[in-house]
């Protein structure tokens, strides 16, 4: 738990002080190549509860494509930390853009107390949780405020995996206790989502 409260730290300080360097060296506007920041909330919708999550991608824009890394809490069903790689093309409607976009990446665990409580289902230890998969894509709206800033709404689709493993016992009568073979539960978590936020 340590380790990954840790990594997420460095990952988020890691980014920031990337933004601000970049922000810092950019060139104006005629330049074909831009970096950007890109920092959204977003809404998940699925068969779970609805949860929301939040993310920071970062990354340099030639002329209309975008390329960038990502890093985000994801608190649907499971709490998660994606990282993924992120792509973008946009599409001039006037002052303002219409774009798509797509991700692909890891979906790290980072499982609460009460989680791990939840999907217990004996008495000898806490169920394993492993790592798996994340990716999304979408739709985008984005309206410039000024040279360097925006603010976006983008409507779209996003999957994560998650496995457990779990040991179930067996108390015959009054005991004594046995595990038996661990049960492996593979979860692919569907959602729709919405996100908010603002371009640097």
């Given at each position: 738990m340590k380790n990954k409260k840790y990594f997420l730290f460095f990952s988020?300080?890691?980014?920031?002080?990337?933004?601000?360097?970049?922000?810092?060296?950019?060139?104006?506007?005629s330049s074909l190549w831009q970096y950007h920041s890109i920092n959204q909330f977003g809404f998940l919708e699925g068969?779970?509860?609805s949860a929301f999550q939040v993310q920071t991608i970062?990354?340099?824009?030639?002329?209309?494509?975008?390329g960038g890394i990502?890093?985000?809490?994801?608190?649907?069903?499971?709490?998660?930390?994606?990282l993924f790689a992120d792509f973008r093309k946009e599409f001039s409607v006037g002052k303002n853009y219409v774009y798509v976009y797509g991700g692909v990446g890891a979906n790290f665990t980072w499982i609460t107390d009460k989680e791990k409580s939840d999907y217990n289902l004996n008495y000898f230890g806490n169920a394993d949780f492993k790592n798996g998969w994340y990716y999304?894509?979408?739709?985008g709206y984005k309206v410039p405020l000024n040279n360097r800033v925006a603010i976006f709404i983008s409507p779209g689709f996003s999957?994560?995996?998650t496995t457990v493993k779990n040991a179930t016992s067996i108390c015959p009568?009054?005991?004594?206790?046995?595990?038996?073979?661990?049960e492996t539960y593979h979860y692919a978590?569907?959602?729709l989502s919405v996100n908010l936020g603002l371009i640097f």
């Amino acid at each position: 738990m340590k380790n990954k409260k840790y990594f997420l730290f460095f990952s988020i300080a890691w980014f920031v002080c990337v933004s601000c360097c970049a922000q810092e060296s950019k060139k104006n506007n005629s330049s074909l190549w831009q970096y950007h920041s890109i920092n959204q909330f977003g809404f998940l919708e699925g068969s779970a509860p609805s949860a929301f999550q939040v993310q920071t991608i970062n990354g340099v824009q030639y002329k209309s494509w975008f390329g960038g890394i990502g890093i985000g809490i994801d608190y649907y069903r499971f709490r998660s930390i994606p990282l993924f790689a992120d792509f973008r093309k946009e599409f001039s409607v006037g002052k303002n853009y219409v774009y798509v976009y797509g991700g692909v990446g890891a979906n790290f665990t980072w499982i609460t107390d009460k989680e791990k409580s939840d999907y217990n289902l004996n008495y000898f230890g806490n169920a394993d949780f492993k790592n798996g998969w994340y990716y999304d894509a979408g739709i985008g709206y984005k309206v410039p405020l000024n040279n360097r800033v925006a603010i976006f709404i983008s409507p779209g689709f996003s999957h994560k995996t998650t496995t457990v493993k779990n040991a179930t016992s067996i108390c015959p009568f009054v005991g004594p206790c046995y595990l038996i073979t661990p049960e492996t539960y593979h979860y692919a978590m569907n959602r729709l989502s919405v996100n908010l936020g603002l371009i640097f």
